[in-house]
């Protein structure tokens, strides 16, 4: 599939300010996701990707700016929106810590995900798909989802968002609680998805090096601003900015 | 040789299938102050919560001031100096901003006479800066107040150790310094201080030692310096 | 009472019979407390009120118990959307659900006992239908209709509930809300919705319960009470939110009370559900069915 | 504490020492005047005044006792009927064993009660809170049962009490009651005052905002649960102690009436429950509004109200009427 076909699934972001009360984490954000690309959120922890994607969500109102997305051809205004409605729309969120149901089990779970009304008539498909892709959550169908170690609630979490059949995918740090090697199993199994569905994805991790594997682009953020844009991802590699950001030197 | 404070030794805990900490080792000398840093959900709240009482480690013993505390409340362990702060703030929104800071005079301190408790919640008010907002109730402060609140509330306990949690998180540059600023005198009074902290800037200034955790275990313990240049701390923050 | 094992088999029949009815004045309370966390201890007020409107219908109408149970459930599920949209707005919304939102529903208890009292005094009340005072007996053991009614009726709903829950989005939805209610809108669907289904459910089953309590004896105002402690002990034993324990719980909760009272007197029954719930609080707080 | 705009420190300090004075200074003297007013009218009003009196100081009592656990820790017992029940049939047993001044009766009442607090806590509340309500609400019942099958005491028919003689100091037995529960009442609102401007009740505040941060802060949080619900209830038990006195026929179906938990919850709610004179203002004001209406109306009708009352007040305004005034208080400032 050339990135050229695919139909338009993208989302825009412009002068995007919010905060908590006093507290101020997003000044002036604008970044732009287009069809099918995967475009990373870089950034220590407490520099505001969360909250950029909580306001996609709607989970957080902003104060100022402007969200849209655009799916199949229509375009949506985000602001204002529940976050029912913004799932319902097409765009799915593989939450920062899982945020699983622990005392269902993974089928549960997993049909649960396929709420959206648009998901349910295609449920069994979508169940084949995530059983096919996560054979590990086929074996454990029957397990409660708590009772699982923390890789398998990952894939759990993005099969789960993946059941809502999204067009535009969010991932918040999937590498949180994860030992080293499960990262980058995990970068990796949300690169062969999108490629494998056709999704645009808007990553937040904080793990750089995992994180630029996949990306097509890249954003740094740094206390609630973009201080660097990159198309080349790779680039930022040997960036020293980059660098001083991550471990304090200098 | 200097005395140790604190020492937790194997620390472990799973939520269900989910492995927390394991087998976390961690010591604390008398005066010292250490970082606590980890990539977000590797571990350290939870590990600050077992150490002061508020989770009960499923292994692992932790030593403070020379007794066994493991088993002990999460109220005695206070009493006996181990204060900390949250990381979300949490303070009693019934009570004034004084009367916060006179819980623990009363409590972890045991002072009984209401004048000893207010002269010591003014000192301690006025030392995070907040005593002009004495009366206020704690709906009416910002964050950044109410993180001093929670900074004031954990040093009225008059710790022996202070888990300072994440009370940095969205502040400003100069708010940062202010508090660094009000943690280093601390420590020169004697209090040894477990910052964590996602701030690498006012880590590398405040830490004699940094204790790197990642996904529930520790990866490295040493000078600043050296922990930062450590190949798998690098892994860890920026990936392979 | 003498020992005799014809009377502990008829005991533990009965108390199995009578469990199933137990089963359907619970299950309410596991969909409340269990599964929305919602501490609803006027649940048996609900029930009870269930029982007068049945014996109403039968007065004013002559409508037989199920004809009444197809009348006024529908009204007691669309009645519980609305009360839950109620305490949704004065506490849930403002967070204030501990000492003013029990208080809510102890008031909330009172007022329909009173207002039972107020409408149709204090006297004991019942509906008779021909077939509910026969028995069927199997050898020494004998079973009135009057029971097994609500022994079937009681089963059959909590199969019923357990497959709305299990097979449908809704019912998947209301199984998952108390778990993490960010994580059910980002599947796109709407926690206060599925609470509110699920309330309105609750009081149904509560209206249910009130008839089948009126088939099998006469009532008055106060019963209420006995029944909460026996619906939280079952909720408490059967591990809160699961259906499976809550039947389990309300089937030994009723052989318990069937024994105590064939040995010891009807008198002692009401006490077996606190021993129960005591034991259960202390021994394993998770119940017997805890996920 | 008073918290008038008095930022400066030298003027912040005296100010508990006076408020407390204050506060103590006004349950001593309103107690004095009442018992000054019971005795000297005498026999000038009728027994009618002194049975509502009684009646509405009994509940000052249960409504204290209720918000020493309830409204400073947070912690709501459905089951003040039960201890009521207890304080009643203690007194009852003692009068058929051992009879012995009333005095003596209401200390073991309190003890027993005060012991089935503290038991029914130990158990429950290491527990999330709700399960202590529950268990009260059960353990009612439980007692209820235990009386119903206890024919000593005259099981479900109930048992008839007769007053013993009363001294020539005071007009009528009924006098010698409402005397002594200005006493309890008077004893009960001290006991709540000091609570509250204690360490225990501090204790309590911190608990009841956040009980992780208050073990924190060094309160040993179970500790101070459990001296509150064995004040809370030795209290509801001396609140019934003089109660077979005063209807001289007791049974179950009184003793454990759903209308003494509900009015012991409504009154601390209704009035406020964040100080020691809400439940006062909230037992006087539903107390004496139940008198009128169980005379004007009828019994039911008045308890249906007080339900009604209860639910408006936590739904409307849930910090009730000290809250209300409070609000108007700074409302004008």
């Known amino acids: ?250 | 040789m200097i005395a140790k404070i604190l020492e937790a030794t194997g620390v472990t805990k799973r939520f269900d299938g989910f492995a927390a900490l394991t087998s976390v080792d961690l010591t604390l000398l008398k005066g010292e102050r250490v970082g606590l840093i980890g990539p977000n959900g590797s571990g350290k709240s939870t590990f600050v919560n077992c150490l002061t009482g508020i989770l009960a480690p499923d292994d692992g013993s932790i030593i403070f001031d020379g007794n066994d505390i493991t088993k002990t409340p999460a109220w005695l362990r206070a009493r006996r100096g181990l204060a900390r702060t949250y990381q979300i703030p949490r303070p009693f929104r019934g009570m004034t901003v004084q009367e916060n800071i006179e819980v623990p005079l009363r409590f972890a301190v045991g002072h009984t006479s209401a004048g000893t408790i207010s002269e010591a919640a003014q000192v301690i008010l006025d030392q995070v800066g907040l005593g002009e907002k004495a009366d206020l109730s704690p709906k009416g402060l910002t964050q950044v107040e109410l993180r001093k609140l929670e900074l004031g509330r954990a040093l009225a306990a008059q710790p022996k150790v202070l888990i300072a949690d994440e009370v940095m998180a969205g502040l400003s540059e100069s708010e940062v310094d202010e508090i660094l600023a009000l943690l280093n005198r601390l420590n020169a009074e004697g209090i040894s201080i477990l910052l964590i902290e996602h701030i690498m800037r006012a880590v590398m200034l405040f830490a004699q030692r940094i204790v790197v955790i990642v996904a529930g275990s520790k990866i490295a313990d040493g000078l600043p310096d050296e922990v930062m240049q450590q190949e798998d701390v690098e892994r860890a923050y920026l990936g392979e | 009472m003498e020992f005799s094992w014809d009377l502990v088999i008829n005991a533990i029949v009965t108390g199995v019979v009578l469990g199933g009815f137990y089963a359907s004045v619970a299950i309410g309370v596991t969909i409340a407390f269990g599964m929305l966390d919602i501490v609803n201890i006027a649940h048996p007020a609900f029930m009870i009120a269930g029982a007068y409107l049945a014996f109403w219908g039968s007065e004013k109408f002559g409508f037989n118990p199920f004809v009444s149970m197809a009348v006024f459930a529908p009204c007691g599920y669309l009645f519980g959307r609305a009360f839950y949209r109620a305490y949704h707005f004065f506490f849930e919304r403002r967070g204030d659900e501990s000492i003013q939102g029990l208080a809510f529903f102890f008031g909330i208890l009172f007022i329909v006992e009173i207002g039972v009292v107020l409408i149709f005094g204090v006297d004991y009340r019942s509906i008779s239908e021909p077939y509910l005072e026969s028995t069927i007996g199997i050898g020494f053991v004998s079973v009135p209709w009057r029971m097994l009614v609500p022994f079937l009726v009681g089963l059959t709903m909590l199969g019923s509930i357990n497959l709305y829950l299990s097979r449908t989005f809704t019912g998947r939805t209301i199984l998952a809300v108390s778990q993490d209610v960010e994580a059910l809108r980002l599947i796109g669907a709407n926690p206060i919705h599925a609470k509110e289904v699920a309330f309105g459910i609750a009081v149904a089953t509560a209206i249910i319960a009130g008839v089948l309590l009126i088939i099998i004896q006469p009532v008055e105002p106060s019963i209420t009470r006995e029944y909460i402690g026996r619906a939280f002990a079952i909720c408490v034993l059967g591990g809160i939110a699961s259906i499976p324990g809550t039947l389990v719980a309300s089937l030994i909760l009723g052989v318990a009370e069937a024994l105590t009272t064939t040995f010891y007197g009807p008198s002692w029954s009401p006490a077996v559900s606190f021993g129960l719930l005591l034991l259960t609080l202390i021994f394993r707080p998770a119940g017997i069915f805890g996920r | 504490m008073s918290r008038q705009a008095l930022s400066t420190p030298e003027l912040r300090k005296p100010a508990p020492i006076s408020g407390r004075s204050r506060s103590g200074l006004a349950i001593m003297l309103i107690g004095a005047a009442l018992l000054a007013a019971t005795m000297l009218l005498g026999s000038h009003i009728g027994e009618y005044y002194y049975l509502a009196t009684y009646t509405i100081l009994q509940f000052v009592v249960l409504g204290t006792a209720w918000n020493i656990l309830g409204g400073y820790g947070g912690y709501v017992n459905f089951g003040t009927a039960g201890f009521f029940a207890i304080g009643c049939y203690t007194t009852i047993v003692l009068n058929k064993m051992f009879p012995m001044p009333l005095f003596f009766e209401m200390l073991i009442a309190a003890a027993t009660a005060g012991v089935v607090g503290f038991g029914t806590g130990y158990l429950t509340l290491r527990l999330r809170g709700v399960f202590f309500s529950i268990a009260t609400l059960a353990l009612a019942i439980v007692l209820q049962t235990l009386i119903v099958n206890w024919s000593f005491v005259g099981g479900a028919r109930g048992v008839y009490v007769i007053r013993p003689a009363i001294s020539g100091f005071f007009v009528s037995y009924v006098q010698f009651l409402v005397v002594l529960m200005v006493g309890l009442a008077i004893f009960a609102v001290a006991v709540a005052w000091a609570v509250e401007k204690s360490w225990i009740g501090i204790g309590l505040a911190a608990i009841r905002d956040d009980e992780a941060a208050a073990e924190t802060s060094g309160v040993p949080s179970l500790r101070l649960k459990l001296i509150a619900t064995t004040m809370s209830g030795a209290l509801m038990g001396m609140a019934g102690a003089p109660f077979p006195y005063y209807v001289t026929y007791v049974d179950p179906a009184t003793a454990f009436s759903l209308a003494i938990a509900v009015n012991a919850i409504a009154m601390p709610l209704v009035g406020g429950t964040a100080t020691w004179w809400g439940p006062v203002v909230g037992a006087i004001l539903l107390g004496s509004a139940q008198q009128i209406l169980t005379v004007t109306i009828s019994s039911a009708a008045n308890l249906f109200i007080v339900g009604v009352l209860l639910v408006v007040f936590v739904t409307v305004a849930p910090r009730g009427v000290v809250g209300i005034v409070r609000g108007w208080k700074r409302g004008r400032k």
């Open chain 1, 1 to 250: 599939m050339s990135k050229g076909l695919t139909l338009a699934n993208s989302l825009a972001i412009e002068g995007l300010h919010a905060g908590y009360g006093e507290v101020r984490v997003l000044s002036g954000i604008s970044i732009d996701v287009r069809g099918g690309e995967t475009v990373v959120l870089l950034g220590t922890n407490g520099n505001g990707k969360s909250t950029l994607i909580k306001c996609i969500m709607g989970q957080v109102r902003p104060t100022a700016g402007r969200i849209e997305a655009t799916i199949d051809g229509t375009t949506y205004d985000l602001i204002g929106k529940s976050t029912e409605d913004i799932v319902g729309i097409g765009i799915s969120l593989v939450p920062e810590g899982r945020r699983l149901f622990p005392k269902l089990t993974v089928e549960e779970n997993l049909l649960l995900g396929a709420f959206r009304e648009f998901a349910r008539v295609r449920i069994s498909d979508s169940l084949a798909f995530c059983f096919d892709a996560f054979p590990r959550l086929k074996e454990r169908r029957r397990q409660l989802a708590g009772s699982m170690s923390g890789g398998e609630q990952q894939m759990l979490a993005i099969a789960r968002a993946l059941m809502a059949l999204p067009k535009i995918l969010l991932v918040d740090e999937p590498s949180v609680g994860l030992a080293p090697i499960l990262v980058s199993k995990t970068i990796e199994t949300i690169a062969n998805l999108k490629r494998q569905l056709g999704l645009t994805v808007l990553m937040a991790e904080q793990n750089f090096r995992q994180a630029i594997r996949i990306a097509d682009r890249g954003y740094v953020l740094v206390h609630g601003q973009i201080v660097l844009s990159a198309d080349d991802p790779q680039a930022l590699q040997k960036n020293e900015l980059v660098r001083r950001f991550y471990l304090g030197g200098g």
